[in-house]
């Protein structure tokens, strides 16, 4: 099974400290050493898109590092670390993946299997490569430019969406995050946590990695940060676990 990592923000922030907890888990703390990427939603309205994957472990991979240590900033986040169940270890096969409806890029990264699904899918949205989660991100897709015309309102969407999941869950462990750069939707088939930072920050402790951070020495007092994981980063916050068969919506750093 994979391992999925979100941030969602109401400004600007950097990933590193999550972000270097995470990657221990590809290889290092964890067996998932097939590969792994992340998005970065930025620029004008978050439309703009920075996106990285490799094969190589995350623990090692010096893309990785390079993530860890530039000061990239965004409000929305996707990224992924791998074991393979379903498909290849290819640079293909490596999540989060990237399409764009309604004039817009849309992230997706899923943890779990799903089993005999075998959508029958138009022109627009096609696999590149063999796994079972881009196949179902490229239905996801589909089905939402079958439903809206144009692009709805979030809550519009994330009705669509909870039926979408539902269906899809039938066939197996179905937890993903998608983001379009103005929300985060985040659902648990199986396990997936959150934990929502805000005014007065506190002094937070990796759990894969001997690093603490001082969050009030990097955020402003009106700062809120909701960071989406399939197991808890740290080990001093208040992490909450999703019900099963729950689809949550972060805008702006927190659940709506």
Known sequence: MCQLLALNCNSPTHVGFSFTGFAQRGGRTDEHRDGWGIAFFEGGHDKGLRHFVDVQPACESPMAQ??????????NVIAH???????????ENCHPFVRELWG??????????????????????????????ELAFCWIMQEL???????????????????????????????????????LWAHASTQLHYVERSHPFAHAQLRDEDLSI????????GD???????????????????????LKVFVDGQAI
């Open 66 to 75: 390079f993530v860890r240590n530039y000061p990239i900033r965004s409000r």
């Open 104 to 133: 817009r890029y849309w992230v997706f990264a899923h943890n779990g299997t799903l089993l005999d699904f075998k959508p029958k899918l138009h022109a627009g949205f096609q696999p590149v490569g063999s796994t079972d989660s």
């Open 81 to 91: 670390i791998r074991k393979a169940t379903l498909g290849a270890v290819a640079l």
């Open 214 to 221: 001082d969050f009030s020495q990097h955020n402003q007092p």
């Open 145 to 183: 430019a079958k439903s809206h015309a144009g692009m709805p309102r979030i809550d519009e969407l994330s009705l669509t969406l909870r039926e979408l999941a539902a269906r899809l869950a039938e066939r197996g462990t179905f937890n993903f995050l998608l983001g379009n750069g103005l929300a």
């Open 224 to 246: 809120k940060i909701a960071v989406v994981v399939t197991a808890p980063l740290t080990t001093n916050e208040n992490w909450q676990a999703f019900a099963p068969h729950t």
